[in-house]
């Protein structure tokens, strides 16, 4: 099962949920690697160099060769160890899974996120917003346990901070966005995903979460 | 060289720099197609029914699928027609495509666009930001003919817009972003990308892309 990985390395910060969906992903596919934490808040001469472009992570490091971009990670990943594929096999079912991991980022995170770093009338247009993207993923997931059918995948990973940080950020902002009594298909999924073996336990604590959270949303607040 | 191409459709915006991507894919890997033009501002029932989530051209229509996302239909392009290919052949640099695939838009068009749509010191700004962007691309370019190297490919069609549109874009919003003698390699690559065989002439002239983006200028300008 193992192929290429000497050398295999992962830049990450504890909470990023960017960073979580590289780890699940070389769980899923059994991958060795080394973690190496960054302050993200004081960027070290490594970050710098691995990724001068944007300076984020998560960075891959293989074989000396460094990549940054969580979704262009999983990808590489499945390129290299072609074994437990995250996305379908299927050109048009794979070029899905593109659109709905663009999805996980530039609708539900973008606008979930909005509601933690604001107040008063723009955090309910942004609660809004939110909840009519997690109405498009309830649709999505009629009739399958996972995003991309039974089996856990590329999408469900971009997707996770759904299901253990989404609730973290709805307290901290005192908002609600996932009812799950609107939402059983999303609740479904969400406990597929938090009990499947290669997630399970492995995301921060909620009272880590909930008070590193607590201290972003008061920062941004404060810029207002 | 042609394969799988029966029922292929491409609906389209006359002006979209999204669209042209497309375009020039099927152009560069011979793929005949039909085009439907569709009038953004007042979307007929086909776009909503094949793109009913984000309701945006291109939409890609192969077999009856449909498929949007101008950077994954070109995705799409490689893996059912994979001759003369656009993403680079070896699991790293074709990681390295996607992140500058991404860049393209995230960074150089979202920018670059900002300074059409604002004015006084926001625009300023807009201008600083993209000038920067513009920088990155001219370090990336040093010793390239094109951005993979010496064959034209998925990150020149996604930065393509550079190269026709944003001179538009600069005079309508009367600033200056791109000069030529600041930016040696980017020029050298304008040049080499608007000459290419399937890119010459294959998008909108001057003065429909100044009338088109004036008027939403100002209806940008008129909802600040």
Redesign the interface.
């Known amino acids: 099962m193992e192929k290429s990985n000497k050398g295999v390395q992962l830049v990450g910060f504890w909470v990023s949920p960017f960073v979580h969906r590289v780890k699940w992903g070389m769980k899923l596919k059994g991958i060795e690697f080394e973690y190496i934490e960054e302050d993200i808040f004081n960027r070290s001469p490594l970050l710098s160099h691995l990724n001068p ?1 944007t300076g984020k992570v998560p960075v891959l490091v ?1 074989d000396g ?1 460094s ?3 969580s979704s ?2 999983l ?2 990943l499945d ?2 160890w072609s074994h437990a594929p995250l996305l379908a096999l299927d ?2 079912h ?3 899974d ?2 709905w991991a ?2 996980a980022d530039e609708k539900v995170l973008e606008s979930t996120w909005l509601t933690l770093c604001s107040k008063g009338e723009n955090q309910e247009r942004a609660v809004k917003v939110a909840i009519g993207h997690l109405e ?1 993923l309830e649709e999505k997931l009629r009739g399958r346990r996972f995003f991309g059918g039974d089996t856990i995948g590329h999408v469900d990973l971009m997707m996770g901070f759904i299901a253990y940080m989404l609730p973290v950020w709805e307290e901290v902002a005192t908002v609600t966005i996932f009812d799950a009594s609107k939402f059983p298909n999303l609740a479904a999924w969400k406990s597929s995903f938090v009990n499947h073996p290669a997630i399970k336990g492995d995301f921060p604590s909620k009272d880590e979460m909930f008070t590193y959270f607590q201290w972003r949303r008061e920062v941004y607040l404060q810029m207002i």
């Open positions: 472009i293989h060769k990549l940054p971009e262009i990670i990808e590489y390129e290299i050109a048009y794979r070029a899905e593109r659109f663009r999805f498009t």
